[in-house]
């Protein structure tokens, strides 16, 4: 159902998704695996953050490979990505 959703999101851009409910919650590879998978679908995302209650992991794209940086609670680096545009 995502997939489809996200076919049509030609010029989403940063995408953030609240994983404190799955089971098991994604972690490292498996988040990196995700990530992968959407930016498949949807070429255009340069950033993906996964939140686990107040902790948020980004995946940022480089133009050749997602990075990772994890955080607990605020970062302004997160945080500008939503008031910056």
């Known amino acids: 159902m995502i997939h489809d959703a996200l076919w049509a999101m030609h010029h989403l851009r940063d995408l953030e998704l609240d994983v404190t ?3 098991p919650v994604p972690t490292g590879l498996l988040q990196r695996m995700l990530t992968t998978e959407l930016h ?7 950033h993906i953050i996964f939140r686990t209650g107040t902790n948020r992991t980004l995946w940022y ?5 997602w990075n990772i ?6 970062h302004q680096l997160i945080d500008r990505l939503w008031t910056g545009r």
């Open 40 to 46: 498949i679908f949807c070429p255009s995302i340069e």
């Open 61 to 65: 794209f480089d133009g050749n490979e």
């Open 21 to 23: 409910r799955w089971s």
């Open 69 to 74: 940086h994890s955080e607990n609670g605020q």
